[in-house]
């Protein structure tokens, strides 16, 4: 385990507008969209443009100077 915020999700897998929102780094659907459409969220180290990427436990979700590693529940 890293010293991370762990953010658990039920399922094998959780959407990346998804998570953002429930780890509380972006108010709504609408501001993860367009933080991820331009480029500012990394999963892994990697930029990850794609808003429906499907983020699993171990990853690290990366925006704005935040990082959260999703876990499972």
Known sequence: MSDLPQIP???DAIR???LL???NLV???AMARA???AGEV???GEVETRRGAKVRPGQIVAYA???VEVTTD
């Open 9 to 11: 999700i039920r399922d």
């Open 16 to 18: 990346l507008g998804q």
């Open 21 to 23: 929102k429930l780890a």
């Open 27 to 29: 108010e709504d659907g």
């Open 35 to 37: 933080v991820v459409e």
């Open 42 to 44: 990394t999963v892994d």
């Open 65 to 67: 100077g935040e990082e």
